[in-house]
């Protein structure tokens, strides 16, 4: 009876002692990863091949990701200048994972995938105003592909390129005319950006 009794005990000691340690042991969330961008436009003159390159330091960055049931929308911006680029897909035709390479829409085409914007602020001392190119006025290539998709933590992957092919200059004074024709190239990388759901 005392050795049963022993063992009794010996079983309700362990059982509590178990049960207390994986009470203690709650389980640490994984740290959200910082996200990352880069962002390089180029813009080649059609008259003299003459090359305007900037390439923007990675602090010099802000990108976004926003969802509703219509539509995705990605785009990368340097925070201390005013110029960027945007893609927007229909939301209804990406496929769960949001993964793969899409098309950019274009004058020419208006059937493929991402509709594009880019953005160049001209400063005051050029007249000031925004030039927008968008890509049903505008023949382009390229494409935007996002390569992962985290969807435990909301966070998007991908790449993107696009060339404006015989663009307006934009960075000339707003009144000047004819503006020079030029070649407008954009590209960058975007990593665990965080993917967020508006109304």
Do not use: W
């Amino acid at each position: 009876m005392k050795h049963t009794l022993t063992l009794l005990l010996l079983g309700f000691t362990l059982a509590f002692t178990a049960g207390c340690d994986k009470d203690d042991r709650e389980e640490t969330p994984e740290p959200t990863p910082e996200p990352a961008m880069t962002y390089s436009r180029s813009i080649v003159y059609h008259d003299s091949g003459q090359h305007r390159d900037t390439t923007f330091q990675a602090q010099q960055l802000e990108a976004y990701a926003n969802q509703d049931a219509q539509q995705l929308a990605i785009g990368v911006h340097p925070a201390t200048t005013t110029e960027g680029v945007g893609f927007v897909l229909d939301r209804a035709k990406l496929p769960t994972s949001l993964t793969g390479t899409y098309t950019l829409k274009t004058l020419r085409d208006r059937t493929r995938d991402a509709d594009v914007t880019y953005y160049y602020d001209l400063p005051e001392s050029l007249g000031g105003g925004t030039i927008l190119y968008f890509s049903n006025m505008q023949h382009l290539t390229g494409n935007l592909t996002i390569t992962s998709y985290d969807a435990k933590r909301h966070l998007l992957s991908g790449t993107y390129t696009t060339t404006l092919e015989g663009s307006n200059d934009p960075v000339v004074q707003y009144s000047t005319f004819p503006k020079r024709k030029c070649d407008i190239t954009i590209t960058g990388t975007f990593t665990n950006i965080p993917l967020k759901s508006v109304e």
